[in-house]
């Protein structure tokens, strides 16, 4: 019975195996051989920096105001206020700070506690009764009342001006700063994403949510080279940096899809620049921004669960739309069922990881039988090879996500090595946790299932409890 059930599934699961290696091994080879790219590494001074022709660049924080989001909004602009710190002549010409909000209490709080700061620090309300022209929702709405205000001279700058754009809990420190406005400073792009790393409030999230955190470094290296093509098979709304210009005259005022609001604003505003003025206007930045992972896998579980169905309403509303359809047949392809395929291999994960906790055991244990006994083994020795090797690629991007995320963590060496350690044991239950919310995405989508809203990922542990029992 045992031999017949290993029959029937290991085929199966060989080909699902391969599949989700033949997506592992593109972080891989962008991790190998172009690591260089992936963050910038040559320090910038601001000596350096007052002799280049230094855009403006406003730091762009956009939130709902929800419960303990307003401190870690503040976390975030304290280290731009640092870096004007260091010269406040100079800093204040070019660089300031925007909080949109929908939290007037919360707006209140961030001009009262920077009201002498070196640079400008503004907040925005959103008022209740706002809505687009095209009925755009969630942090859509948000985003699109900052440019309609930027079109109506709210914080004009006469000269080339960058957005970037921050999540409630992001960070850049002072360093990676100075490094982005020296790539701004030089560079003829209009949308362009850096790196992301997760070690805030490390040690507060739960050991499996730090283990999921570790697969996303490593997928950022595949975040690079998409940036660099300029084809945005991927787009994270956190440090994204976009030409003032071009996102006044796009705007976010995306709309809807069969009645329903679009949870991943940021891909369909990829894709919006994509079909309109082509690969040309992206590229990789390569300066470091720092993160929080979820406290808890049921945050972490919705979190993906947001980002896939997104990434499903994103590229259905691409595929209707009559510039999509412009594109050469090649391009069109390519983006759909890249987009598909990565999103099959994500959720495939779920299958894939629950079938190997049972099965694998037991086909290890026919190995070392048939290589005791001298006895044909299961499969042959060429399959069990490409396996092993799909295993180490998974293993090992655990093992360098959880590197780059404990690296900036404040911990000490033993405790780094520690929590490496830790990440990489508890990645098989990890990996089916995170993997099953992609699946249910698609099951849901597929099932007709189309309703979203907007619940940020709670950003402390007393939210994040909160809104358990509330059952958020």
Same mark, same amino acid.
């Given at each position: 019975?045992?031999?017949?059930?290993?029959?029937?599934?290991?085929?199966?699961?060989?080909?699902?195996?391969?599949?989700?290696?033949?997506? %592992?091994?593109?972080?891989?080879?962008?991790?190998?051989?172009?690591?260089?790219?992936?963050?910038?590494?040559?320090?910038? *001074?601001? @000596?350096?920096?007052?002799?280049?022709?230094?855009?403006?660049?406003? /730091?762009?924080?956009?939130? #709902?105001?929800?419960?303990?989001?307003?401190?870690?909004?503040?976390?975030?602009?304290? $280290?731009? !206020?640092?870096?004007? #710190?260091?010269?406040?002549?100079?800093?204040?010409?070019?660089?300031? !700070?925007? &909080?949109?909000?929908?939290?007037?209490?919360?707006?209140?709080?961030?001009?009262?506690?920077?009201?002498?700061?070196?640079?400008?620090?503004?907040?925005?309300? /959103?008022?209740?009764?706002?809505?687009?022209?095209?009925?755009?929702?969630?942090?859509?709405?948000?985003?699109?009342?900052?440019?309609? +205000?930027?079109?109506?001279?709210? $914080?004009?700058?006469?000269?080339?001006?960058?957005?970037?754009?921050?999540?409630?809990?992001?960070?850049?420190?002072?360093?990676?700063?100075?490094?982005?406005?020296?790539?701004?400073?030089?560079?003829?792009?209009?949308?362009?994403? =850096?790196?992301?790393?997760?070690?805030?409030?490390?040690?507060?999230?739960? &050991?499996?949510?730090?283990? %999921?955190?570790? +697969?996303?470094?490593?997928?950022?290296?595949?975040?690079?080279?998409?940036?660099?093509?300029?084809?945005?098979?991927?787009?994270?709304?956190?440090?994204?940096?976009?030409?003032?210009?071009?996102? +006044?005259?796009?705007?976010?005022? /995306?709309?809807?899809?069969?009645?329903?609001?679009?949870?991943?604003?940021?891909?369909?505003?990829?894709?919006?620049?994509?079909?309109?003025?082509?690969?040309?206007?992206?590229?990789?930045?390569?300066?470091?921004?720092?993160?929080?992972?979820?406290?808890?896998?049921?945050?972490?579980?919705?979190?993906?669960?947001?980002?896939?169905?997104? &990434?499903?309403? =994103?590229?259905?509303?691409?595929?209707?739309?009559?510039?999509?359809?412009?594109?050469?047949?090649?391009?069109? *392809?390519?983006?759909?069922?890249?987009?598909?395929?990565?999103?099959?291999?994500?959720?495939?994960?779920?299958?894939?990881?629950?079938?190997?906790?049972?099965?694998?055991?037991?086909?290890?244990?026919?190995? /070392?039988?048939?290589?005791?006994?001298?006895?044909?083994?299961?499969?042959?020795?060429?399959?069990?090879?490409?396996?092993?090797?799909?295993?180490? %690629?998974?293993?090992?991007?655990?093992?360098?996500?959880?590197?780059?995320?404990?690296?900036?963590?404040?911990?000490?060496?033993?405790?780094?090595?520690?929590?490496?350690?830790?990440? &990489?044991?508890?990645?098989?239950?990890?990996?089916?946790?995170?993997?099953?919310?992609?699946?249910?995405?698609? !099951?849901?989508?597929?099932?007709?299932?189309?309703?979203?809203?907007?619940?940020?990922?709670?950003? @402390?542990?007393?939210?994040?409890?909160?809104?358990?029992? +509330?059952?958020?």
């Amino acid at each position: 019975m045992i031999d017949s059930a290993l029959m029937t599934l290991g085929p199966f699961l060989f080909v699902a195996v391969s599949v989700i290696g033949v997506r %592992m091994a593109g972080y891989w080879l962008s991790f190998v051989f172009f690591w260089r790219r992936y963050r910038r590494r040559e320090a910038v *001074t601001t @000596t350096e920096l007052r002799g280049l022709d230094v855009p403006f660049v406003k /730091i762009q924080i956009t939130t #709902r105001g929800s419960d303990g989001s307003t401190g870690v909004i503040l976390r975030g602009i304290r $280290n731009v !206020v640092e870096l004007g #710190r260091e010269d406040p002549a100079f800093y204040r010409r070019f660089l300031s !700070v925007e &909080v949109v909000t929908e939290s007037a209490d919360q707006a209140e709080t961030v001009r009262r506690v920077f009201h002498d700061a070196p640079i400008a620090v503004d907040a925005l309300v /959103i008022p209740a009764n706002y809505e687009t022209p095209a009925g755009t929702g969630l942090k859509a709405r948000g985003l699109h009342y900052a440019v309609e +205000n930027r079109r109506g001279l709210w $914080n004009r700058k006469s000269g080339r001006t960058f957005i970037v754009h921050y999540d409630e809990e992001s960070v850049m420190v002072p360093e990676e700063l100075r490094k982005l406005m020296k790539i701004l400073s030089g560079t003829s792009k209009q949308v362009l994403e =850096g790196p992301i790393f997760y070690p805030l409030e490390y040690l507060r999230a739960s &050991v499996l949510c730090r283990s %999921m955190e570790a +697969n996303r470094p490593i997928g950022c290296y595949e975040c690079r080279h998409v940036m660099e093509s300029g084809v945005p098979l991927h787009l994270h709304g956190s440090n994204l940096v976009v030409d003032e210009a071009l996102e +006044n005259e796009l705007g976010w005022d /995306i709309g809807s899809l069969d009645g329903q609001p679009f949870i991943a604003e940021d891909y369909v505003f990829g894709m919006n620049a994509f079909t309109k003025y082509g690969r040309d206007i992206f590229d990789w930045h390569g300066c470091l921004m720092l993160e929080q992972p979820p406290f808890s896998v049921h945050s972490a579980f919705k979190q993906r669960y947001r980002w896939i169905f997104g &990434v499903l309403q =994103g590229i259905t509303a691409a595929a209707r739309s009559s510039l999509f359809r412009t594109l050469p047949l090649r391009t069109r *392809t390519g983006l759909l069922w890249g987009t598909r395929f990565r999103i099959t291999t994500f959720a495939l994960g779920a299958i894939v990881g629950t079938l190997s906790l049972l099965v694998v055991p037991l086909f290890v244990a026919r190995a /070392i039988a048939a290589l005791i006994l001298d006895d044909v083994p299961l499969i042959p020795e060429a399959a069990s090879l490409w396996l092993a090797v799909i295993g180490a %690629m998974w293993l090992g991007s655990v093992f360098v996500g959880a590197w780059h995320n404990v690296a900036d963590a404040g911990l000490d060496r033993w405790t780094r090595a520690a929590e490496i350690a830790r990440a &990489v044991a508890v990645a098989p239950i990890a990996g089916i946790c995170e993997s099953s919310a992609a699946l249910w995405a698609v !099951v849901g989508w597929v099932s007709g299932k189309r309703g979203v809203a907007w619940i940020p990922t709670p950003k @402390t542990k007393q939210a994040d409890l909160a809104s358990i029992r +509330n059952g958020e």
